[in-house]
């Protein structure tokens, strides 16, 4: 029986399935008094990966990491890709194939091509993310201190890359080899932390007096999970009687164990949390703010969600000029102080660009110098993520402390770039710094866009994205008046005209961003243009 530090016992020599246990009332494992068995049938169990998870412990989304349960389901579906609507296709630029083998009807040099489905390429998180990422985005672990203690050595390899992984950024990790045992040798004379994860392949007796010897040497408040290698249903549950917060049976998966982890520290009172779309420009003048407020204004039309632009570019931010707000207050007032942000601050400092867009201007003006920590960029950004699903980032083109942080902690990155050498160069150096950095997310979005720039030599977009080991989300041509026109008059492209080849190609991403259909228009009323406002 798991007994706190001050109140040693007895060690049983065995227990059965059906035998009942007392429980300490100073169990300083039991952090949830009252928790909920698992509903279970008494079957015997099947060898899945982890058959105690269930939807509504992950807070009622699928659970990517059981698709084996999933009816029909085979072992080699775990190496398959998410599936991609076909409104997804990305759009081809008008080099990369001459016109006779593309379709029969003639093609303009000015036109977007649809492509076919292409096979996705090569994605190591694969079904792991697409199940829990459809809209919402990643919950980061809080500020707390872990301390793994493994026998395995793939589960010690699955918990170095999970400390290395940005949801993890806040707390401090320690590996050590060793299982159960080791930690309750290392404890003896030593605070245990917040969290501690101790692995071991001992069943039954043996595994309970291990735990009942770590129970004695832990500090209340300190949470317990176990990776053992038995999968049973009576083992899980004298654990979970016992005051153990997780049971996991390995091999284990990196993102699998953060979304354990995560679940232990969640508030089920909390606000949920948005997905957070950072934008930035390969080089200035790209159009990397034009396309970021377009499509933002696509996501809060066509998807009918509410979302919200940020202008990180304090100096020369354009979103207030593109929708023609001028608001007393912005983002600047929130990163003086972000920690007197609350949600009815918040929505002071936000200004209404339509019923469903809201907008973090930029003061845009040079009578400060900006000196603002990384750490209020991050607070706040952070913060923002609870006003609306989707929160779009408009970076400026710099780099430094906050700007690394923020570009490396957002859910999606997209990338404008131009079809010149500079880009290429700058674009290639981000997105391998994210592959470095982020080997636990998908890859970041490639937007091309001025492509077909009258006069100016371009290195073929197919070209372009070898280089970059990347399939363009978007490939947009030059259209100098359908832009000129809209930024001169602070419209967005879908208000000038929503069937426009520039309209299509920003719903299409929209769309592959929000991982989800654009729900169906509202049918207009036949009545509806007489009782509009003249």
């Known amino acids: 029986m798991l007994k706190p530090r001050s109140e040693p016992g007895d060690i049983e020599s065995g227990f059965e399935a059906d035998d009942e246990f007392e429980i300490a009332p100073a169990d300083p494992w039991r952090d949830e008094p009252g928790r909920d068995e698992p509903a279970r049938d008494d079957a015997e169990p099947v060898a899945i990966t982890n058959p105690y998870r269930t939807q509504s412990e992950l807070?009622?989304?699928?659970?990517?990491?059981?698709?084996?349960?999933?009816?029909?389901?085979?072992?080699?579906?775990?190496?398959?890709?998410?599936?991609?609507?076909?409104?997804?296709?990305?759009?081809?630029?008008?080099?990369?194939?001459?016109?006779?083998?593309?379709?029969?009807?003639?093609?303009?040099a000015d036109e977007p091509v649809f492509a076919d489905v292409p096979v996705p390429p090569a994605n190591?998180?694969?079904?792991?993310?697409?199940?829990?990422?459809?809209?919402?985005?990643?919950?980061?672990?809080?500020?707390?201190?872990?301390?793994?203690?493994?026998?395995?050595?793939?589960?010690?390899?699955?918990?170095?890359?999970?400390?290395?992984?940005?949801?993890?950024?806040?707390?401090?990790?320690?590996?050590?080899?060793?299982?159960?045992?080791?930690?309750?040798?290392?404890?003896q004379n030593q605070p245990t932390p917040s969290l501690v994860i101790?692995?071991?392949?001992?069943?039954?007796?043996?595994?309970?007096?291990?735990?009942?010897?770590?129970?004695?040497?832990?500090?209340?408040?300190?949470?317990?999970?176990?990776?053992?290698?038995?999968?049973?249903?009576?083992?899980?549950?004298?654990?979970?009687?016992?005051?153990v917060s997780e049971y996991l049976v390995p091999p284990l998966q990196t993102l699998q164990l953060i979304r354990a982890i995560t679940t232990l520290y969640s508030d089920p009172s909390a606000p949920f949390i948005g997905r957070q779309m950072a934008f930035c420009g390969a080089r200035g003048g790209v159009g990397s703010s034009t396309v970021a407020h377009n499509l933002a204004y696509t996501l809060s039309e066509r998807m009918q969600t509410n979302t919200v632009i940020v202008d990180f570019d304090l100096p020369f931010g354009t979103a207030g000029l593109d929708f023609n707000q001028d608001p007393l207050q912005g983002v600047a007032d929130a990163l003086s102080q972000p920690d007197r942000l609350d949600p009815v601050l918040l929505d002071r400092m936000m200004a209404r660009c339509t019923d469903r867009l809201s907008l973090f201007a930029a003061p845009a003006t040079l009578d400060d110098d900006y000196e603002?920590?990384?750490?209020?960029?991050?607070?706040?950004?952070?913060?923002?993520?609870?006003?609306?699903?989707?929160?779009?980032?408009d970076l400026p083109h710099l780099w430094s402390n906050w700007m690394r942080k923020v570009l490396l902690t957002a859910d999606d990155v997209v990338i404008t770039a131009s079809p010149d050498l500079a880009c290429l160069r700058n674009a290639k150096n981000i997105v391998d710094l994210m592959r470095q950095t982020r080997p636990n997310d998908a890859p970041?979005?490639?937007?091309?866009?001025?492509?077909?720039?009258?006069?100016?030599?371009?290195?073929?977009?197919?070209d372009f994205c070898e280089a970059l080991g990347?399939?363009?989300?978007?490939?947009?041509?030059?259209?100098?008046?359908?832009?000129?026109?809209?930024?001169?008059?602070?419209?967005?492209?879908?208000?000038?005209?929503?069937?426009?080849?520039a309209a299509v190609g920003l719903q299409q991403l929209a769309q592959l961003l929000a991982r989800r259909e654009a729900p169906p228009a509202p049918k207009k009323s036949m009545f509806a243009g007489l009782f509009k406002r003249k």
């Not at 978007?474 to 419209?491: I, Y």
């Open 470 to 501: 990347l399939e363009p989300a978007l490939v947009m041509p030059f259209d100098a008046k359908l832009f000129g026109h809209a930024s001169n008059n602070g419209q967005m492209i879908e208000e000038l005209g929503d069937r426009s080849k």
């Open 198 to 243: 101790v692995e071991s392949q001992d069943h039954g007796p043996t595994l309970i007096h291990l735990l009942d010897r770590l129970a004695e040497v832990c500090d209340p408040g300190t949470k317990v999970m176990v990776v053992g290698g038995h999968n049973d249903i009576a083992l899980y549950r004298e654990l979970m009687r016992r005051g």
């Open 444 to 462: 970041p979005w490639l937007v091309l866009n001025q492509v077909g720039l009258p006069g100016r030599p371009e290195i073929p977009t197919r």
């Open 124 to 187: 190591p998180v694969a079904d792991l993310i697409a199940g829990v990422e459809l809209a919402l985005g990643d919950a980061a672990v809080p500020r707390i201190s872990i301390h793994i203690f493994c026998e395995r050595a793939d589960t010690a390899a699955t918990a170095e890359d999970a400390a290395r992984d940005r949801r993890m950024g806040r707390a401090s990790t320690a590996v050590m080899m060793g299982g159960l045992a080791a930690a309750v040798e290392q404890y």
């Open 372 to 393: 603002i920590s990384a750490e209020a960029f991050e607070e706040v950004a952070s913060k923002i993520r609870t006003t609306a699903p989707y929160i779009i980032l």
């Open 59 to 108: 807070g009622g989304v699928a659970n990517p990491f059981h698709s084996e349960l999933e009816e029909g389901a085979t072992a080699d579906d775990w190496q398959d890709e998410p599936r991609v609507s076909a409104l997804a296709d990305p759009y081809l630029a008008r080099d990369e194939a001459p016109v006779d083998e593309l379709d029969d009807e003639p093609v303009f």
